[in-house]
């Protein structure tokens, strides 16, 4: 099993800038991809970003620029780094993970078995 935590969400400005982290702990051979999701109130939950166990990210092309995903296989971290944030990215995110045969495209990523409980990001005045 794999448990997977999130940390970093808060309340910030427009404008702003967050750093989200999500840590795997358990049988970390059970994953090679990761993706960032999140759900805002009223709306269904999107995906964000996703990252390969080589590095390869791809994100939402309305994201594109302003987010930025990475890992640290060392510390079985998965990161967000959120700039420029606009009241629209309030939302709670979630971390997701395990192994998949996944060929790094926005379009064919499919969630995996894996969730974190979610933090919460406000942007607001």
């Known amino acids: 099993q794999v448990q997977l935590v999130e940390s970093g969400g808060g309340l910030v400005q427009p404008g702003g800038s967050l750093r989200l982290s999500c840590t795997a702990s358990g049988d970390i051979s059970l994953i090679n991809t990761m993706a960032w999701y999140r759900q805002a109130p009223g709306k269904q939950r999107e995906l964000v970003a996703t990252i390969t166990g080589g590095g390869d990210t791809t994100y939402l092309d309305s994201l594109r620029g302003r987010f930025t995903v990475s890992r640290d296989n060392a510390k079985n971290t998965m990161y967000l780094h959120m700039y420029n944030l606009e009241p629209e990215d309030t939302a709670v995110y979630y971390c997701?993970?395990?192994?998949?045969?996944?060929?790094?495209?926005?379009?064919?990523?499919?969630?995996?078995?894996?969730w974190g409980q979610g933090t919460q990001v406000t942007v607001s005045e």
């Open positions: 997701n993970a395990g192994w998949a045969h996944y060929s790094g495209s926005y379009a064919d990523y499919r969630e995996l078995k894996y």
